[in-house]
């Protein structure tokens, strides 16, 4: 055991706390135009070996300097939105993060429970970690501790793996109990203010981490209450934060009449696991910037105590999404359609197993073309390729083929209804089936195609959920001979690509679209980081595939290379080759060569290479533009959905001159950057536009 130490009060916690002088210190180096200013501070990954040592979770964080697209840090935040469920190795993260600068977190297990003190929640003239170390019988000093980069404290303590706690008590501000489910950044990691989490000097090692007292097991034990409606905790965490972002926070700033009741919603909707995504989307709004713990510690009360009158549901939660022009991601299913309650249908009784002669499997028909040499009827198909290689322009381009009885260059088809499931958003594939259809004059010619964009799952461990699906279908739909699901990664949300047993999931409702429509299912993926090794994710999604066919495009972005990699009952053709020309605002595949296509592309391309084009062309002039209009400019002219055009300029577009990325547009170059205008995290974004030299 290591000497023990002095527990520190408040007043010596605000002393630990990095000086002024370093601060500012480090606002002019981060403020620095100079581009080794944001790599003078980098995480410390010797800190971090005590957590593998003792065999603890590690998980990649962003960079501590790195900001959201509304400009909030990030720097605490995991990288990976399943970090919840994925496994890791941690000598893999943190080569990881020593190769990208990344920061780590510690993933706290069931029977883990960390002391979280952050003295700027302290109120005036009070130490709460005093306060709750006496009230509690906690003794501090015998138990791991990390100074976090803000000043702070992380003390960690046994607990029982069955037992659920509340992360907050009323009468110690400040002070939060995490466990399961929350993670907490690791000692040698940066904090976005600069400062660095080190170990105490007299910290135990792990193996001498001691109990929770009992006392203060019993102080923040979860009170076992009841949900109400079936409803609760439909959704999760990642699903609630993404409902929130159609919400504006000052909408809400009505107390009891608009904000409490949203947050009982938000509540009820995760079954209290949605706790910090609530306060990330409070504290955006100024009014309530400083209170995070403030509104944790309202969130932890809902636990213990039920609401007055009519509770307060997820429903309400859907109908503010609803009336704010959006919708909750995965819903479930009974919202739209009537789901079967009853038990699973029984298998069907085998009355005779067939055993065939050799001559009886000679005799057998061979499988069926449905486009010949690409797909074969009733079969299961992926179209996988790098991200903007021109999938979603090929599984267009076979769909309206199939729809309207067309042949697909030079090869007939087999007529037939088709769905075309578009899960990233319809107004970019609207576009281009009317490029389609101009471009093959083929106007007015009825196309028996039908279209989807709603919330779908494809991976759920629901099974009534894609049983009520793929009745809908067929029941609305009849027969099909083509069914178009674009992408796997939209129509799979929580599931890890990785896992055999999530692919496994996703492949059954495949097969059970395929078995009840008729129709070959072919779902568009996307290759992995080593294109030479095929599509992402588990191997049990290439070996259920009767059909791969993989998209490249070709270095000038004006032409794409189709090859068949896999055709399971069938000799692979060799490669076609496509050339993308421009007609109306879309693309479209040609046979011929492109006259002219140098500047077609300005416009459409992608949502990367084409939407630092609009912002050049945009900017140009006046050298500076909203970062609202190339969001707007980005959904009218890109055919973004609102959602995937603010990620596009967040991600595409850096924010401060230091990171400035380069783009070309009208035979010139130009170096783009988004600033604040406003000192405040939540202040619009401008979008700078400067010649490049």
């Not at 009992?214 to 999760?236: F, N, Y």
């Not at 910090?276 to 932890?300: C, L």
């Not at 459409?604 to 084009?613: I, K, M, Q, R, V």
């Amino acid at each position: 055991m290591s000497a023990k130490k002095k527990t520190p009060t408040g007043d010596e916690s605000a002393g630990a706390k990095v000086d002024q002088a370093e601060d500012a210190s480090m606002q002019q180096l981060t403020g620095s135009n100079h581009v080794g200013a944001r790599r003078a501070l980098e995480p410390s990954f010797a800190e971090m070996a005590r957590y593998r040592e003792a065999g603890f979770d590690l998980i990649p964080l962003h960079a501590w300097h790195k900001k959201d697209q509304r400009g909030r840090d990030r720097g605490k935040s995991p990288i990976d939105p399943t970090w919840q469920r994925r496994a890791y190795s941690a000598d893999s993260v943190l080569e990881r993060a020593r190769h990208s600068g990344l920061n780590v977190g510690f993933r706290i297990p069931a029977d883990v429970v960390v002391l979280d003190v952050d003295p700027r929640n302290f109120p005036d003239g009070r130490d709460s970690l005093a306060e709750v170390t006496a009230a509690l019988g906690i003794d501090t000093s015998v138990a791991p501790h990390v100074v976090t980069g803000s000043g702070g404290h992380h003390f960690y303590f046994r607990k029982p793996a069955d037992a659920q706690t509340l992360e907050s008590l009323e009468q110690f501000p400040g002070i939060e109990f995490k466990t399961l489910g929350r993670q907490v950044v690791a000692a040698g990691s940066v904090h976005p203010c600069g400062g660095v989490y080190r170990w105490d000097d007299f910290s135990p090692d792990f193996a001498d981490m001691p109990d929770l007292p009992a006392t203060a097991l019993d102080a923040v034990r979860r009170p076992v209450r009841e949900h109400l409606g079936r409803e609760a905790g439909e959704l999760t965490s990642r699903q609630l934060e993404g409902a929130l972002e159609w919400l504006d926070p000052e909408d809400f700033q009505d107390h009891d009449g608009k904000w409490l009741p949203l947050m009982m919603a938000c509540h009820h909707a995760t079954s209290g696991e949605g706790r910090q995504e609530f306060i990330d989307w409070s504290t955006q709004d100024p009014k309530y910037a400083d209170d995070a713990w403030r509104i944790g510690n309202k969130w932890d009360s809902l636990h213990a105590h039920a609401p007055r009158g009519e509770p307060v549901t997820a429903r309400l939660l859907h109908k503010l999404v609803h009336e704010a022009g959006g919708q909750v991601p995965n819903p479930d299913p009974e919202d739209d359609f009537d789901v079967w309650d009853g038990p699973d249908e029984p298998p069907q009784k085998q009355t005779r197993w067939h055993f065939l002669t050799i001559d009886e499997l000679e005799a057998l028909p061979p499988p069926k073309w449905l486009i010949p040499g690409v797909l074969t009827e009733g079969s299961l198909a992926a179209i996988y390729g790098a991200p903007e290689s021109g999938k979603s322009f090929l599984a267009v381009d076979m769909s309206m083929a199939v729809a309207g009885g067309m042949d697909w260059h030079g090869r007939a088809v087999e007529r037939g209804a088709v769905l075309y499931i578009a899960a990233e958003g319809l107004p970019g594939i609207g576009k281009r089936v009317r490029s389609w259809k101009l471009s093959h004059a083929a106007q007015g010619r009825a196309f028996s195609l039908r279209f989807m964009s709603d919330e779908l799952n494809l991976a759920t461990e629901k099974d009534g959920a894609v049983r009520a699906f793929v009745k809908a279908v067929a029941d609305e739909l009849g027969p099909l001979r083509l069914i178009v699901i674009d992408t796997l990664n939209q129509t799979a949300a929580g599931a890890d690509e990785n896992s055999a047993k999530d692919m496994s999931r996703y492949i059954a409702s495949m097969k059970r679209l395929r078995d009840t429509t008729g129709a070959a299912v072919v779902v568009v993926h996307h290759s992995g980081k080593d294109a030479s090794k095929g599509m992402r994710g588990s191997t049990a999604l290439l070996g259920a595939m009767d059909t791969t066919v993989e998209v490249e495009r070709d270095k000038d972005r004006r032409s794409i290379r189709v090859a068949v990699q896999k055709q399971k009952d069938a000799e692979r053709e060799g490669p076609m080759h496509f050339n993308l020309e421009k007609v109306a605002d879309s693309l479209v595949l040609r046979p011929t060569v492109m006259a002219d296509a140098a500047s077609d592309f300005a416009d459409e391309a992608t949502p990367s290479d084409g939407l630092l084009a609009l912002a050049c062309e945009l900017g140009a002039t006046a050298g500076t533009l909203k970062a609202a209009d190339l969001t707007d400019a980005a959904i009218k002219r890109l055919g973004l959905s609102k959602s995937s055009a603010q990620r596009a300029v967040a991600d595409k577009v850096p924010e401060g001159r230091i990171d400035a990325v380069r783009a070309a547009w009208d035979g010139r170059h130009f170096w783009l950057w988004c600033e604040r205008v406003g000192k405040h995290s939540t202040a619009p974004k401008v979008v700078r536009v400067e010649a490049a030299v």
